[in-house]
């Protein structure tokens, strides 16, 4: 059993629609959790971290962490063509620790 | 550019041959890594060195060996290349103990086995 758990879709949405995208996981020790946003061929880049339980806002993405559940979200309002990439959850038990990666969902917007 | 730069971006090599990726980041940081990324996405740690120094070395085979000659280079180089080692590979670095803030990954190596 992985770590971490993500459905890698593909997720196919209308321009403007709401996208949730969630990962689970098993190891009790993680304590950041990270999502990231990697565009065809490109690196992945941090989009936002919460650290343990609790909501965090950036604009049109909300990151939301279940610990008791061992479950996270990331919500995207209004989403755009521009937001389609493969979005990746990580995990970490501390800061410096490995990362331990989510396989990624891939998300298209469609205009 | 601040950032964490790879070379070569592609590479195609043939079974059996040696070959060697280059990262190098003027970021400041003192960590870096390499990560395997696999078709299906699927991002995983190899190695890790904070200021020259290995601290992580996950079950990767011994055909892999990376060098770090100082904490702003991390080179990797694999010899024996088998088809399973086909895959992009991402180098990134860290400023230890302030992460996730600034943890940046490189544009990867596409590596293809043939």
């Known amino acids: 059993q992985k770590e971490v758990e993500q459905d890698p879709g593909p997720l196919s949405v209308p321009e403007g629609a709401i996208v949730s995208l969630n990962c689970t996981y098993s190891?009790?020790?993680?304590?950041?959790f990270m999502w990231y946003r990697q565009y065809s061929r490109k690196g992945p880049e941090l989009l936002m971290y919460?650290?343990?339980?609790g909501n965090k806002e950036d604009g049109r993405f909300t990151a939301q962490v279940d610990k008791s559940s061992k479950y996270i979200s990331l919500f995207i309002r209004d989403s755009q063509p521009s937001d389609s990439a493969t979005y990746l959850c990580?995990?970490?038990?501390?800061?410096?620790?490995?990362?331990?990666f989510g396989e990624g969902t891939q998300l298209t917007v469609n205009p | 550019d601040t950032a964490v730069s790879q070379t070569p971006k592609y590479l195609v090599t043939q079974m059996g041959n040696d070959k060697s990726i280059k990262c190098e980041q003027n970021?400041?940081?003192?960590?870096m890594y390499w990560y395997k990324q696999d078709s299906k996405k699927f991002l995983k740690i190899m190695f890790s060195?904070?200021?020259?120094?290995?601290?992580i070395n996950e079950t990767v085979p011994n055909r892999f060996s990376p060098k770090s000659p100082d904490k702003a280079h991390l080179n990797l180089h694999i010899n024996s290349l088998e088809l399973g080692d086909s895959a992009v590979y991402f180098c990134?670095?860290?400023?230890?103990?302030?992460?996730?803030?600034?943890?940046?990954f490189g544009s990867g190596t596409r590596l293809t086995v043939v």
């Open positions: 190891n009790s020790a993680f304590q950041y």
């Open positions: 919460t650290y343990s339980s």
């Open positions: 990134a670095s860290s400023q230890y103990g302030t992460e996730p803030d600034g943890y940046t």
């Open positions: 060195y904070n200021n020259k120094e290995l601290i």
């Open positions: 970021l400041g940081h003192d960590t």
């Open positions: 990580a995990m970490s038990a501390t800061s410096g620790s490995r990362l331990t």
